[in-house]
């Protein structure tokens, strides 16, 4: 009988196993685009703008920085929590073979969010590595924002492999995703601008996503602004939404393989 976090780690050991071999197909989409994002907006368009009240009197490369963080966690949390996971009940097939062992289909679940945790976790890491490079880290308080970005991460991904365990199709389901959420996400969460920039009518609909929330915490972080009341709040939507995409994660994967 394995132990829960032994599966759990055989889990992660098999997906490290294929990534190993195949990392280099996804080392543009999780790595180079938000550096190119980065130098493109921080130093391109970033050259245009002075240091204000809305960038917190930093320079805009500075102020982004942070939350291209957040950004990309959430850009590869979606990249990690459709396709693969559809691969892995259609195409692919691993999740019926891993089922067929000792392993359960929620610690198959499980192990998924942990695989992608780790890839985050890596990811975030070298971007933040990047930053400082570029000059456009702060402070040791990239640290607590990679934390914070990582978080936002898995709240968007947890759901989203709950989403993605009952796609049945070759995966157009996820065009709306990409389209719809992700790219206005990004756009209008307060990557780019302050929040408070936008129509009165559209914030709402910016502060109920993961990625706002993120990135509050990641500059919070970053430029050492934590106020305990704010962060307590940010995190614990975070988590809950964590929390609520793993218990669906789990059902979902026990009904889809059988048990």
Same mark, same amino acid.
């Given at each position: 009988?394995?132990?829960?976090?032994?599966?759990?780690?055989?889990?992660?050991?098999?997906?490290?196993?294929?990534?190993?071999?195949?990392?280099?197909?996804?080392?543009?989409?999780?790595?180079?685009?938000?550096?190119?994002?980065?130098?493109?907006?921080?130093?391109?368009?970033?050259?245009?703008?002075?240091?204000?009240?809305?960038?917190?009197?930093?320079?805009?490369?500075?102020?982004?920085?942070?939350?291209?963080?957040?950004?990309?966690?959430?850009?590869?949390?979606?990249?990690?929590?459709?396709?693969?996971?559809?691969?892995?009940?259609?195409?692919?097939? *691993?999740?019926? +073979? $891993? !089922?067929?062992?000792?392993?359960?289909? %929620?610690?198959? =679940? /499980?192990? &998924?969010?942990?695989?992608?945790?780790?890839?985050?976790?890596?990811?975030?890491?070298?971007?933040?590595?990047?930053?400082?490079?570029?000059?456009?880290?702060?402070?040791?308080?990239?640290?607590?924002?990679?934390?914070?970005? *990582?978080?936002? +991460? $898995? !709240?968007?991904?947890?759901?989203?492999? %709950?989403?993605? =365990? /009952?796609? &049945?199709?070759?995966?157009?389901?996820?065009?709306?995703?990409?389209?719809?959420?992700?790219?206005?996400?990004?756009?209008?969460?307060?990557?780019?601008?302050?929040?408070?920039?936008?129509?009165?009518?559209?914030?709402?609909?910016?502060?109920?996503?993961?990625?706002?929330?993120?990135?509050?915490?990641?500059?919070? =972080?970053?430029?050492?602004?934590?106020?305990?009341?704010?962060?307590?709040?940010?995190?614990?939507?975070?988590?809950?939404?964590?929390?609520?995409?793993?218990?669906?994660?789990?059902?979902?994967?026990?009904?889809?393989?059988?048990?």
């Amino acid at each position: 009988m394995l132990h829960p976090w032994q599966a759990r780690l055989l889990v992660v050991e098999s997906m490290w196993i294929w990534y190993r071999r195949n990392w280099r197909a996804t080392v543009v989409t999780t790595v180079l685009n938000p550096i190119f994002f980065l130098v493109a907006m921080g130093f391109g368009l970033g050259s245009q703008i002075q240091p204000s009240g809305l960038t917190g009197g930093q320079s805009y490369a500075v102020y982004l920085m942070p939350a291209m963080l957040a950004a990309a966690a959430i850009q590869n949390a979606a990249g990690e929590s459709t396709f693969p996971i559809l691969s892995g009940f259609k195409w692919s097939r *691993v999740y019926w +073979g $891993m !089922a067929a062992t000792p392993i359960t289909p %929620a610690q198959v =679940a /499980t192990g &998924q969010l942990l695989w992608i945790f780790f890839r985050l976790l890596f990811s975030g890491i070298v971007f933040a590595i990047v930053g400082a490079a570029l000059g456009v880290v702060t402070g040791l308080g990239i640290v607590l924002s990679l934390v914070f970005a *990582v978080l936002a +991460g $898995m !709240a968007f991904a947890a759901p989203l492999v %709950a989403f993605a =365990a /009952t796609v &049945q199709g070759e995966g157009t389901a996820f065009n709306p995703v990409f389209r719809f959420i992700v790219l206005p996400m990004t756009l209008l969460a307060g990557t780019f601008f302050p929040v408070s920039e936008l129509p009165a009518a559209v914030r709402p609909v910016a502060w109920i996503t993961p990625l706002w929330h993120g990135t509050e915490l990641t500059r919070a =972080a970053a430029f050492w602004q934590l106020e305990f009341w704010p962060v307590v709040g940010h995190v614990a939507y975070l988590a809950a939404l964590t929390s609520i995409g793993v218990l669906l994660a789990v059902r979902n994967f026990r009904r889809r393989l059988g048990v």
